[in-house]
T-cell receptor, first 110, second 114 residues
């Protein structure tokens, strides 16, 4: 049973649009949630962390967490071609072991 | 501030051999965790070391082992290599550990097993 589910995509959006990436999880004990960006051939890079229900904004990025519905999402406003990458959802629960989704590929076309 | 350094970046081995990978964390970080990334399984946690002690271990066979030195540098070893061990091995550095989830990854060591 997959613990962290993401649509593999690719999600294709035009430049300037809002990209919406979603992630669902099964462990209700999960406490911390993260979004990592991974460019092709590169290592993951942390872009957002969220720990409590609601929205957290950082520049063009907004993370949304709903623990009751067990989902976390990432919105990217004013998407740029440089945002084209794979976005990994990750969480940490009571075991303190990070669990990653398989990622959603985002393509932003000019 | 120097990032996480992994060596070697690429290596090719044959089945049955063993391999040792090295990771130098960001200065001041005491936690080093290791991950295997494959197209089929995604990014999977191997183990975490914090102040020279293994703090957590993922669901990998005993052929996968690691250690951490007093300067926080870490090594992982894979013995009796199998074809399925071909993967990108990533290490991540953290000040407080994997429990916070805020990880800084190295560029990885890409292992090919023939």
């Amino acid at each position: 049973q997959k613990e962290v589910e993401q649509n593999s995509g690719p999600l294709s959006v035009p430049e300037g649009a809002i990209a919406s990436l979603n992630c669902t999880y099964s462990d209700r004990g999960s406490q911390s949630f993260f979004w990592y960006r991974q460019y092709s051939g590169k290592s993951p890079e942390l872009i957002m962390s969220i720990y409590s229900n609601g929205d957290k904004e950082d520049g063009r990025f907004t993370a949304q967490l709903n623990k009751a519905s067990q989902y976390v999402s990432l919105l990217i406003r004013d998407s740029q071609p440089s945002d084209s990458a794979t976005y990994l959802c990750a969480l940490v629960g009571g075991s303190y072991i990070p669990t990653f989704g398989r990622g959603t590929s985002l393509i932003v076309h000019p | 501030k120097a990032g996480v350094t992994q060596t070697p970046r690429y290596l090719i081995k044959t089945r049955g051999q063993q391999v040792t990978l090295s990771c130098s964390p960001i200065s001041g970080h005491r936690s080093v965790s290791w991950y295997q990334q494959t197209p089929g399984q995604g990014l999977q946690f191997l183990f975490e070391y914090f102040s020279e002690t293994q703090r957590n271990k993922g669901n990998f066979p005993g052929r996968f082992s690691g250690r951490q030195f007093s300067n926080s540098r870490s090594e992982m070893n894979v013995s009796t290599l199998e074809l399925g061990d071909s993967a990108l091995y990533l290490c991540a550095s953290s000040f407080t550990g994997t429990n916070t989830g805020e990880l800084f990854f190295g560029e990885g060591s890409r292992l090919t097993v023939l």
